[in-house]
């Protein structure tokens, strides 16, 4: 079994920037989705960012234009970009991995993003 690891998160002021990391314990190249959802406190989970094999890219309407994701299966690993940080931006951030748009079978432990205004 696959287990996928983030890092990354911390804390930064808002109108700054981070570049979370999940990197898989193994060869990410079979997967089909990986993506990124985040959960603040009292909130439900909610997807960020998730990319098919490399395109076909859907970002949530809250991080367009400021949060970028992309993957590079050389290193088993899928960045989250995320510029223009806002403290609404604020929560534990989770990588997840699937067979498809529709399903999320792997997820890791989660990093804490925090950003204060």
């Known amino acids: 079994q696959v287990r996928l690891v983030e890092s990354g998160g911390g804390l930064v002021q808002a109108g700054g920037s981070l570049r979370l990391t999940c990197t898989a314990s193994g060869n990410i190249s079979s ?15 909610e997807l960020v960012a998730r990319q098919y ?22 290193q088993n690993s899928i960045y989250l970009q995320m510029d223009s940080l806002k403290p609404e931006d604020t929560a534990i951030y989770f990588c997840a991995a699937g067979p498809d748009v529709f399903t999320w079978d792997l997820w890791g432990q989660g990093t804490q993003v925090t950003v204060s205004s």
Not at 31 to 45: L, S
Request: aromatic share 10%; glycine share 10%; proline share 3%.
């Open 31 to 45: 997967i089909n989705v990986m993506g990124w959802n985040r959960q603040a406190p009292g909130e439900q989970r």
């Open 53 to 74: 094999r490399g395109y076909n890219t859907l970002y949530a309407d809250s991080v367009k234009g400021r949060f970028t994701i992309s993957r590079d299966n050389s």
